[in-house]
């Protein structure tokens, strides 16, 4: 079942707003990372890739406005054939100026782009992460191909 955001019911927070701080969604995921821990990165991708299905982009060029309004980062996505796509993410929410960690730890970012992506084209999607801001990049970067 693909929860859509219309779903969730809008809150209720006169005094509080919509947004969350940055900081709770990277403590929840790197909560849970610790909770999971070796079941932590493909279960942070899977809950990702749902999330990544249920945001309504229904083209790829759609993909780059849905990340920003929902501040997940700055998407831009490279199409280098039919098949295989780069995506790079300023700005990502799960670690933008996080360089201590030292590998890549976009787990989460890296399933709701294949959601997001399997969503707008019907295909399946494979994606790994080649640079991320944990490694002194200044953006994450993703490699994706669209298998049918
Ligand atoms: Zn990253």
Do not use: W
Request: charged share 25%.
């Amino acid at each position: 079942m693909v929860v859509k955001p219309e779903q969730i019911g809008k809150p209720k927070r006169a005094t509080l707003g919509y947004d969350v701080p940055v900081t709770l969604i990277r403590l929840t995921l790197l909560s849970l990372e610790e909770i999971l821990e070796e079941n932590a990165p493909l279960t942070l991708q899977m809950l990702g890739r749902s999330i990544g299905r249920s945001l309504g982009a229904t083209t790829i060029d759609d993909i780059p406005r849905i990340l920003a309004e929902m501040k997940i980062g700055l998407g831009k996505i490279t199409r280098n054939s039919e098949d295989m796509l780069t995506i790079r993410l300023m700005e990502c929410v799960g670690c933008s100026g996080m360089q201590d960690y030292n590998e890549s730890i976009s787990q989460f970012e890296r399933g709701l782009l294949a959601g997001a992506l399997e969503a707008a084209s019907g295909s399946t999607v494979s994606i790994k992460e080649t640079k991320c801001c944990t490694q002194g990049h200044g953006f994450c970067e993703f490699e994706a191909v669209l298998m049918k």
